[in-house]
C-alpha cells in the first residue's frame, strides 16, 4: 500500500510538471503583444514581420510527425530538454535584437523558428506523460496540458503587463527565461510511472465492433509459437530492452514485432492496459489521446467502434478524399484564426492612432497584452465548448461531430464581421474574442473527427499530416494581410512604417477572410452530406452482409 501511495503521489507530482511545461508552450500566439514595437525598433514593414510570426507557426506545426516518432522512440523526457533549450535559443536572439535596433529578418525567422520546434517538442512529452500515468483516466490527465497551452499566451502577457508594462526588451527577456526556466525544471518532476500490477487481471469489456476491428492476416508458425508463450502465465514476455527513468518502479517489458496489430490484439487479450512505458507509442494502443502536440486531445466518446475498425494512413490516407476535404476545412478555418492571432496587435495599433494620436507605446503595449489575453482565454473556451458540444451532437442529437466545424465557421464569420465594422478600439475585443473562440473550437474538435475518419492506431502520423494545412493557409492569409498593411503605411524619414487610417489599414484583409469563412462553410456541409451518405452506404453492407 505504501508503495502505490508513493507511486500515486509521483504521479500527481508529474502531471504538475507536465502542466508547468505546457504553460511554456504556447508563446507563439503571444507574439501580437510585442511585434508591432518589435517592427517598429527594426524598422520593419508589416510583410517582414508576419514572416517572423510564421516562422513561429512554422516550427509548430510542420514538425508534427517527426517529433512524435521522436517521443515515442525516446520517450518524452528528451524531448522536454531539447525543447527547454530550443526556446530559450530563440527567444533570446530575439530580445538581442531588439536591444541592438537591427537584425536579419532570415535570422530572426530561424530563432522564431526555434521557439515554435521547442514548444512542439515540449508539449508533445507533456501531454504524452499525462496520458501514460493515467491510463484509465487519459482524457481528464491530458485535459490539464491542453489547457495549460491553451492558457499560455495569457499568461505570459498577463506577467508583462503587471511587471514590465510598456517594455518589449524585458518582456522578450521574460519569454527566453520563463520558458527555458519552466520546462527546465519541470524536466527534474516528468516521469512516466506505470501501475505495479497485480497477479490478477480482470476480464476486459469487450466494447461493439471491437471483435471486427483487429486486421486479420496469415501467421508464420514463429509468431504463433511467440503468442503462444507470451500467452502462458508462467514465461516472461519476449525479451526486450527496457527504460527506467529515475525509478525503481519495475515496467513491463514492452513486446517486439513489427506488426501493431498483433500488439495490440495481443495486449487486449492479455487484459493489460495499464504496463506502457515511457517509449511506447500512445496510438498503437486502444487510446484516446495522441502524443502529438498542438491541440492533439481525442474525446473519450469518439466512435470507438468505427475508429478501431477503420484504418487508414500513410499512401492510403493521401489516396482518401476524405483526407483532402478534412485537410482543405482544417486550412481555411485555421488561416483564418492565425491571421487575426498573428496580426491583432496591428490592429490594435492602427485603431488607437487613428481614435486617439496622443497614445503613447506603454499604453499601446498594454492595449495589445490585453486582446492577446482575450484571444488566449476564448481559445480556452472554445476547446472545452467544443468538447461538451460534440458529445452533445452525438450521444443526444446523433449528429455528425462535423456539425462543431460549422459552429466554428459561424464563430469565425462573426469575427469578421465585427473587423469590417468596428472602428472604436475599445469594441475590438469582440474580434479578439470571437476569433480565439472559433479557433478553440476548431482544434478542440478535430482530432476526434481525424481519428472517426481515419481510425484511431494511426492518428499520430494522420494529425501530423492535417497540421500541415495551417502552415499553408497562415502563410497565404497573414501576407495578404502584411501587403494590405503596407499599402496603406508610410514610411516617415527616420524609416519608420505607421499606418494612421485606422480601419482601411486592415479592412481588404478581413473582407477575403469572411468570403474564406463562407467557403468553408460550404465546404463543411458538403463533407457532412458526404459522409452521412458513405455511412449509410456502410451500413447497407454489413446488413447485406449479414444476410
Same mark, same amino acid.
Given at each position: ?19 508547468? @511545461? ?49 517521443? /515515442? ?147 508464420? !508458425? ?51 492496459? /495499464? ?13 484516446? !489521446? ?38 482543405? @476545412? ?86 469578421? @464581421? ?67 498593411? /503596407?499599402?496603406?503605411?508610410?514610411? /516617415?524619414?527616420?524609416?519608420? !512604417? ?50
Amino acid at each position: 500500500m505504501a508503495v502505490g501511495n508513493r507511486v500515486y503521489n509521483a504521479r500527481i507530482v508529474s502531471s504538475v510538471a507536465a502542466t508547468v @511545461i505546457s504553460l511554456a508552450c504556447g508563446t507563439n500566439y503571444v507574439y501580437s503583444a510585442w511585434a508591432p514595437q518589435f517592427a517598429d525598433k527594426l524598422l520593419l514593414s508589416a510583410t517582414e514581420s508576419n514572416l517572423i510570426g510564421l516562422a513561429g507557426n512554422l516550427g509548430m506545426y510542420s514538425m508534427g510527425v517527426p517529433v512524435g516518432l521522436f517521443v /515515442d522512440s525516446k520517450g518524452p523526457r528528451p524531448a522536454v530538454i531539447v525543447g527547454s533549450i530550443l526556446l530559450g535559443l530563440g527567444y533570446f536572439p530575439l530580445h538581442q535584437a531588439y536591444d541592438a535596433g537591427h537584425g536579419s529578418v532570415a535570422w530572426m525567422c530561424f530563432v522564431s523558428y526555434l521557439t515554435g520546434l521547442g514548444g512542439c517538442m515540449a508539449f508533445a512529452a507533456a501531454v504524452k506523460t499525462s496520458a501514460l500515468n493515467w491510463p484509465h483516466h487519459r482524457g481528464t490527465a491530458t485535459a490539464f496540458p491542453l489547457a495549460a497551452f491553451g492558457l499560455s499566451a495569457f499568461f505570459f502577457a498577463l506577467i508583462g503587463s503587471i511587471f514590465f508594462p510598456g517594455s518589449p526588451s524585458k518582456f522578450l527577456m521574460l519569454l527566453a527565461c520563463g520558458t527555458f526556466g519552466l520546462t527546465f525544471v519541470g524536466f527534474f518532476f516528468l516521469r512516466v510511472l506505470p501501475a505495479p500490477h497485480s497477479p490478477y487481471h480482470a476480464v476486459p469489456d469487450v466494447e461493439p465492433g471491437m471483435t471486427d476491428s483487429r486486421q486479420l492476416h496469415r501467421t508464420t !508458425s514463429e509468431e504463433a509459437k511467440a503468442r503462444a508463450g507470451r500467452a502462458n502465465p508462467s514465461e516472461p514476455d519476449a525479451p526486450t530492452e527496457q527504460e527506467d527513468e529515475a525509478s525503481s518502479i519495475r515496467e513491463r517489458p514492452k513486446p517486439q514485432g513489427d506488426s501493431r496489430a498483433v500488439d495490440a490484439a495481443e495486449e487486449a487479450a492479455s487484459g493489460n492496459h /495499464d504496463g506502457a512505458d515511457e517509449t511506447s507509442s500512445l496510438l498503437s494502443q486502444s487510446t484516446s !489521446s495522441s502524443s502529438l502536440p498542438g491541440e492533439v486531445l481525442v474525446q473519450s466518446s469518439v466512435d470507438m467502434d468505427r475508429s478501431h475498425r477503420v484504418d487508414i494512413r500513410g499512401i492510403n490516407l493521401l489516396k482518401s478524399f476524405e483526407f483532402w476535404q478534412m485537410f482543405t @476545412i482544417m486550412g481555411i478555418l485555421s488561416g483564418i484564426g492565425l491571421m487575426t492571432i498573428n496580426n491583432i496587435g496591428n490592429d490594435v495599433t492602427a485603431l488607437w492612432k487613428h481614435y486617439d494620436d496622443s497614445i503613447d507605446d506603454k499604453t499601446l503595449v498594454l492595449r495589445q497584452q490585453l486582446h492577446v489575453s482575450i484571444l488566449s482565454i476564448g481559445s480556452f473556451s472554445g476547446r472545452l465548448l467544443s468538447g461538451v458540444g460534440s458529445d452533445f451532437l452525438v450521444k443526444v442529437l446523433h449528429a455528425s461531430r462535423v456539425w462543431c466545424l460549422v459552429i466554428a465557421s459561424g464563430i469565425f464569420s462573426l469575427a469578421q @464581421i465585427c473587423a469590417l465594422n468596428v472602428t472604436n478600439p475599445h469594441l475590438l475585443g469582440f474580434v479578439s474574442g470571437f476569433s480565439g473562440l472559433g479557433y478553440g473550437f476548431l482544434f478542440g474538435v478535430f482530432p476526434s473527427i481525424v481519428a472517426e475518419s481515419f481510425g484511431i492506431h494511426g492518428l499520430s502520423q494522420n494529425w501530423g499530416f492535417m497540421t500541415l494545412s495551417p502552415v499553408i493557409s497562415s502563410n497565404i492569409f497573414n501576407l495578404f494581410y502584411g501587403s494590405v498593411f /503596407d499599402a496603406h503605411s508610410i514610411v /516617415d524619414k527616420d524609416g519608420v !512604417s505607421s499606418c494612421a487610417d485606422g480601419l482601411q489599414c486592415y479592412w481588404a484583409a478581413y473582407v477575403v477572410t469572411l468570403g474564406a469563412c463562407g467557403l468553408g462553410l460550404i465546404v463543411t456541409l458538403w463533407v457532412i452530406w458526404h459522409q452521412r451518405k458513405v455511412r449509410l452506404a456502410e451500413s447497407a453492407g454489413k446488413v447485406r452482409a449479414r444476410e
